[in-house]
């Protein structure tokens, strides 16, 4: 059960307004996480914003290699890290309107098993370790991933949006945040539930008809 209720769209002040507004835009729906999140008042607004900023399409994508997707499979990978099966429906979904099929998002989620790009293997394992043992990340592995063709920003970037998702995944299991009702069930994505490590946060949702 949630520990916090949703606040209601229909009432909500200032910045959280406009940030269900701003949803209700962009995707035409408010997820629990920002109806949750919306407690925080106008702080919500300035996490929105950053969010938005840091997951928007570089203006010249032919000059950057940290595209939106990647943005995403970074998102997916660290909220598996960290357990979060909501986060990782969550970022499959998003996978899925950006272009991947359903087989290529979960070679994304297994990519160590998978026949993706060596240089997008090593970009995961890094995020992966970055999201759970960070102190562990030598000078050599930074390097490594640097010069796969990243830029100063970009690695900041990177570290900014598995900083930025392992903070959800917290928020998620600290309030125990519902899961939106049109997400598939993680079982779907991440195998059966037998099988998930003890520490992961589970969610059972009711499969899609």
């Not at 200032?14 to 035409?28: E, I, N, T, W």
């Not at 996490?47 to 998102?75: D, S």
């Not at 909220?79 to 998003?94: A, E, I, W």
């Not at 394992?125 to 102190?135: G, L, M, N, Q, R």
Request: glycine share 6%; aromatic share 10%; net charge negative.
């Amino acid at each position: 059960m949630p520990r916090v209720p949703f606040v209601d769209t229909e009432k909500a002040q200032g910045g959280a307004r406009r940030v269900f507004q701003d949803q209700m835009k962009l995707r035409g729906r408010i997820s629990t996480l920002w109806r949750t999140r919306g407690w925080a008042g106008n702080a919500v607004e300035h996490a929105w914003q950053f969010y938005k900023n840091l997951m928007a399409e570089p203006a010249e994508v032919e000059n950057k290699k940290l595209t939106r997707t990647l943005r995403e499979k970074i998102g997916l990978i660290t909220s598996k890290s960290c357990g979060c099966t909501y986060c990782v429906s969550f970022h499959s979904s998003m996978l899925g309107q950006f272009g991947l099929s359903e087989e290529e998002v979960k070679k994304t989620i297994d990519y160590q098993n998978s026949d993706i790009p060596d240089w997008e293997k090593k970009v995961l394992k890094f995020v992966e370790e970055a999201a759970t043992e960070p102190h562990k990340i030598t000078d050599q592995e930074f390097k490594q991933i640097r010069s796969l063709g990243f830029t100063n920003e970009e690695m900041v970037e990177i570290a900014e949006v598995i900083a930025m998702f392992v903070g959800i995944a917290r928020l998620v299991a600290i309030l125990d945040i519902e899961p939106d009702e049109w997400l598939e069930n993680p079982e779907y994505w991440l195998g059966p539930e037998e099988t998930w490590p003890e520490e992961w946060h589970r969610y059972k949702l009711e499969p899609k008809v």
